[in-house]
C-alpha cells in the first residue's frame, strides 16, 4: 500500500505532477491567502469550497432576474420552473439511483421530518426508531421528536447502536445483537453513510439487508457520504436517504439538499406523504385545482417551488463531479488519506493516531493527539495559527478531510509538518 509513498516534500510533488485530477483545483476558490501557499484547506467535510463557476452561475440568475422579472421562470437561461430538474441527472449518478428517485429540495433536517412522517408508522407493537449512539444531533432531535409526535416515549422508543466501551467504530455484529433482542420493535433504523465524528464509512447494504429480515424500514442521512464515497442506493435499496449539499458537494453555506426514495415506493398511493404544490404534475399545477395530481416519482414528494439561488451553485459543482467521475475521486481519496496515514506512521507514531477505520473510509480521517503531557486542544490552536483550516469536535478529535476534487498531495504533506510543529511548540514553517 505504501510502495509508492515517500516522507518528502519531492515524493508529494511528484505525486501531485502524476495526478489526471490536478486540473480541477484551478476550479475553486480558497480562503484568503491560499495563492500564496501558506494556508492549508482540509475542512470540505464541514464546509466545500466555492466553485470558480457557482459564482457566475449566481449572477446569471441575479442578471435574469433583474430583467426578465417572473418571466424567468419559462425566457431565463436556465428556466426557473423545471430549475430543480437540472441537478438530477448528476444527483443519481452520485447517489447511484434511478433519475425517478432523486431530487433536490429543501434542507437536510426538514427533508427528515418529511421523509419519516412517511416511513416512520409505528404501531403498539413496532414503534421503536433506532439510531447509533453518537448521532449528529439534528439526526437525533429529528428522531426523538417524531416518536413524542406519535405518542411514545423516547426513553422507550429510541435505540442505540453505540461502540463498544474504548472504542469508535460501531461492530456490525453488536448491531445484530441488538436485532436479534429487539428487532421486531423495531420500525425505522436511521443510520449514517458516514459517521461525522470518527469518519466511519458504515456497511450501508449490509444494514439494509439486516432492515428488511427485522422487517423495519430503513433510512440514510448521507450528508458525509454523497460526492465522498460511491453510492448504490437503488440496488442497496434502503426505503429513503437524505444529504445536505454544502460538504463535499460543495454547494455553499446552507445549500439546497437532497432526497432519494425508492422506486418501490413511487408507485402507489401519492397521498401516503406530505404534500405540496411543487408536487403536484407540472402539466395542470397552474389550473389550481383542489385535487392533487402527483407528479412523476419522488417530484411529488416536493412541496414548494426550489430557491433558485441556491441550487445555482449545486449546478456549477456537479459539472465539476461529472468531469471528475465518483470513481477517479474515490480512488485519488483513498491514495490521499493513505499518504496522510504512512506520514504520520512515519513522522508523528506514538503522537497522533487515527481513529478513522484504514479499511471503511470517506476522505475524513480524525485523528487524535496522543503525545504524552500535550494538550490536544492546545495543539488544535497552533494548527490554527500556523492557517491550517481544520475541524475541532470535543472532547479531543482533530478531523482532516484531504478531498479530491481540490486538495493536493502536498496539502498531506504540509500538513503533517505543521502538525509535527504544533506537538512540538515550535514556529510555524516558512511559507515556501
Given at each position: 500500500?505504501?510502495?509508492?509513498?515517500?516522507?518528502?516534500?519531492?515524493?508529494?510533488?511528484?505525486?501531485?505532477?502524476?495526478?489526471?485530477?490536478?486540473?480541477?483545483?484551478?476550479?475553486?476558490?480558497?480562503?484568503?491567502?491560499?495563492?500564496?501557499?501558506?494556508?492549508?484547506?482540509?475542512?470540505?467535510?464541514?464546509?466545500?469550497?466555492?466553485?470558480?463557476?457557482?459564482?457566475?452561475?449566481?449572477?446569471?440568475?441575479?442578471?435574469?432576474?433583474?430583467?426578465?422579472?417572473?418571466?424567468?421562470?419559462?425566457?431565463?437561461?436556465?428556466?426557473?420552473?423545471?430549475?430543480?430538474?437540472?441537478?438530477?441527472?448528476?444527483?443519481?449518478?452520485?447517489?447511484?439511483?434511478?433519475?425517478?428517485?432523486?431530487?433536490?429540495?429543501?434542507?437536510?433536517?426538514?427533508?427528515l421530518h418529511l421523509l419519516m412522517a412517511r416511513f416512520y408508522q409505528p404501531d403498539a407493537s413496532r414503534y421503536r426508531i433506532l439510531i447509533e449512539s453518537t448521532a449528529f444531533p439534528s439526526d437525533r432531535f429529528?428522531?426523538?421528536?417524531?416518536?413524542?409526535?406519535?405518542?411514545?416515549?423516547?426513553?422507550?422508543?429510541?435505540?442505540?447502536?453505540?461502540?463498544?466501551?474504548?472504542?469508535?467504530?460501531?461492530?456490525?455484529?453488536?448491531?445484530?445483537?441488538?436485532?436479534?433482542?429487539?428487532?421486531?420493535?423495531?420500525?425505522?433504523?436511521?443510520?449514517?453513510?458516514?459517521?461525522?465524528?470518527?469518519?466511519?464509512?458504515?456497511?450501508?447494504?449490509?444494514?439494509?439487508?439486516?432492515?428488511?429480515?427485522?422487517?423495519?424500514?430503513?433510512?440514510?442521512?448521507?450528508?458525509?457520504?454523497?460526492?465522498?464515497?460511491?453510492?448504490?442506493?437503488?440496488?442497496?435499496?434502503?426505503?429513503?436517504?437524505?444529504?445536505?449539499?454544502?460538504?463535499?458537494?460543495?454547494?455553499?453555506?446552507?445549500?439546497?439538499?437532497?432526497?432519494?426514495?425508492?422506486?418501490?415506493?413511487?408507485?402507489?398511493?401519492?397521498?401516503?406523504?406530505?404534500?405540496?404544490?411543487?408536487?403536484?404534475?407540472?402539466?395542470?399545477?397552474?389550473?389550481?385545482?383542489?385535487?392533487?395530481?402527483?407528479?412523476?416519482?419522488?417530484?411529488?414528494?416536493?412541496?414548494?417551488?426550489?430557491?433558485?439561488?441556491?441550487?445555482?451553485?449545486?449546478?456549477?459543482?456537479?459539472?465539476?463531479?461529472?468531469?471528475?467521475?465518483?470513481?477517479?475521486?474515490?480512488?485519488?481519496?483513498?491514495?490521499?488519506?493513505?499518504?496522510?496515514?504512512?506520514?504520520?506512521?512515519?513522522?508523528?507514531?506514538?503522537?497522533?493516531?487515527?481513529?478513522?477505520?484504514?479499511?471503511?473510509?470517506?476522505?475524513q480521517l480524525s485523528l487524535m493527539v496522543t503525545a504524552p503531557g500535550i494538550d490536544p486542544r492546545t495543539v488544535f490552536a497552533r494548527l490554527e495559527a500556523q492557517q491550517v483550516v481544520a475541524d475541532w469536535r470535543?472532547?479531543?478529535?482533530?478531523?482532516?478531510?484531504?478531498?479530491?476534487?481540490?486538495?493536493?498531495?502536498?496539502?498531506?504533506?504540509?500538513?503533517?509538518?505543521?502538525?509535527?510543529?504544533?506537538?512540538?511548540?515550535?514556529?510555524?514553517?516558512?511559507?515556501?
Amino acid at each position: 500500500m505504501h510502495r509508492d509513498y515517500g516522507a518528502t516534500r519531492g515524493h508529494a510533488e511528484a505525486m501531485d505532477r502524476d495526478d489526471d485530477l490536478a486540473a480541477l483545483r484551478d476550479e475553486f476558490n480558497f480562503p484568503q491567502s491560499v495563492a500564496s501557499g501558506l494556508p492549508i484547506y482540509l475542512c470540505g467535510n464541514s464546509l466545500g469550497l466555492q466553485p470558480r463557476r457557482a459564482v457566475r452561475y449566481v449572477q446569471e440568475e441575479l442578471d435574469d432576474w433583474g430583467r426578465l422579472a417572473v418571466d424567468g421562470h419559462h425566457r431565463a437561461r436556465r428556466p426557473w420552473l423545471p430549475y430543480h430538474r437540472l441537478a438530477t441527472p448528476a444527483l443519481a449518478r452520485l447517489a447511484g439511483a434511478l433519475p425517478a428517485e432523486v431530487v433536490a429540495m429543501n434542507t437536510l433536517t426538514v427533508n427528515l421530518h418529511l421523509l419519516m412522517a412517511r416511513f416512520y408508522q409505528p404501531d403498539a407493537s413496532r414503534y421503536r426508531i433506532l439510531i447509533e449512539s453518537t448521532a449528529f444531533p439534528s439526526d437525533r432531535f429529528a428522531a426523538v421528536s417524531q416518536i413524542c409526535m406519535r405518542g411514545f416515549d423516547p426513553d422507550d422508543a429510541l435505540i442505540e447502536w453505540a461502540p463498544r466501551p474504548g472504542e469508535t467504530d460501531l461492530r456490525l455484529e453488536d448491531l445484530e445483537s441488538t436485532m436479534s433482542a429487539c428487532g421486531d420493535s423495531i420500525a425505522l433504523m436511521l443510520l449514517p453513510g458516514v459517521q461525522y465524528y470518527n469518519g466511519q464509512l458504515l456497511d450501508m447494504p449490509a444494514l439494509c439487508r439486516m432492515a428488511r429480515q427485522a422487517g423495519a424500514a430503513i433510512g440514510f442521512d448521507l450528508a458525509h457520504a454523497i460526492g465522498n464515497v460511491p453510492l448504490s442506493l437503488h440496488d442497496w435499496a434502503p426505503d429513503f436517504a437524505a444529504w445536505c449539499s454544502y460538504k463535499y458537494l460543495n454547494g455553499g453555506p446552507g445549500a439546497i439538499a437532497g432526497v432519494f426514495v425508492h422506486d418501490r415506493h413511487l408507485q402507489g398511493d401519492s397521498k401516503a406523504h406530505l404534500l405540496g404544490w411543487w408536487g403536484h404534475d407540472e402539466a395542470s399545477r397552474f389550473s389550481m385545482r383542489p385535487a392533487f395530481t402527483a407528479a412523476p416519482g419522488v417530484e411529488s414528494w416536493q412541496l414548494s417551488n426550489p430557491p433558485i439561488l441556491s441550487l445555482a451553485p449545486v449546478l456549477a459543482s456537479l459539472e465539476l463531479f461529472d468531469l471528475a467521475t465518483m470513481t477517479r475521486l474515490r480512488e485519488k481519496s483513498l491514495r490521499l488519506t493513505g499518504y496522510l496515514e504512512y506520514l504520520l506512521e512515519q513522522c508523528l507514531a506514538g503522537q497522533v493516531r487515527s481513529i478513522t477505520p484504514p479499511n471503511a473510509r470517506g476522505a475524513q480521517l480524525s485523528l487524535m493527539v496522543t503525545a504524552p503531557g500535550i494538550d490536544p486542544r492546545t495543539v488544535f490552536a497552533r494548527l490554527e495559527a500556523q492557517q491550517v483550516v481544520a475541524d475541532w469536535r470535543d472532547p479531543d478529535v482533530v478531523r482532516v478531510a484531504p478531498v479530491p476534487l481540490y486538495n493536493r498531495f502536498l496539502d498531506v504533506f504540509e500538513v503533517v509538518e505543521r502538525l509535527q510543529s504544533a506537538i512540538s511548540g515550535g514556529a510555524a514553517p516558512a511559507a515556501p
